[in-house]
């Protein structure tokens, strides 16, 4: 089973940032896809940015593009997400989760899910 820890969600004014970790176990980091969620209280979870086993990334959601940026540290078997000029409509839940196949966009596609860190953006 995947065991995932995120962290480093808060309470931050519009414009702010803020640097999500995501510890993993249970599993050898640098063998999956690493993947990026949230959600937002009555909406779906959505997928917000993934990267590879290689290192290559990609976001899901264009209203990250350019303020978002997802990395690895595979040593310590982190993910992370550094959020940026952050706006209220990012207010949600965040998620990371790992795949062996690659990236997803699709929740349902994954098994294993952390209890999430919360991040309110709100002036």
């Known amino acids: 089973q995947l065991q995932f820890v995120e962290s480093g969600g808060g309470l931050v004014q519009p414009g702010g940032s803020l640097r999500l970790s995501c510890a993993a176990s249970g599993f050898t980091l640098e063998d999956y896809a690493i993947g990026w969620f949230r959600q937002a209280p009555g909406k779906a979870r959505e997928g917000v940015s993934c990267i590879r086993r290689g290192g290559t990334t990609l976001n899901y959601a264009d209203s990250v593009k350019g303020r978002f940026t997802i990395s690895r540290d595979n040593a310590k078997n982190t993910a992370y997400l550094q959020m940026s000029n952050l706006k209220i409509e990012d207010t949600a839940i965040y998620y990371c989760?790992?795949?062996?196949?690659?990236?997803?966009?699709?929740?349902?596609?994954?098994?294993?899910w952390g209890q999430g860190t919360q991040v309110t953006v709100s002036s």
């Open positions: 989760a790992a795949d062996p196949r690659g990236c997803s966009g699709r929740f349902n596609r994954y098994n294993d």
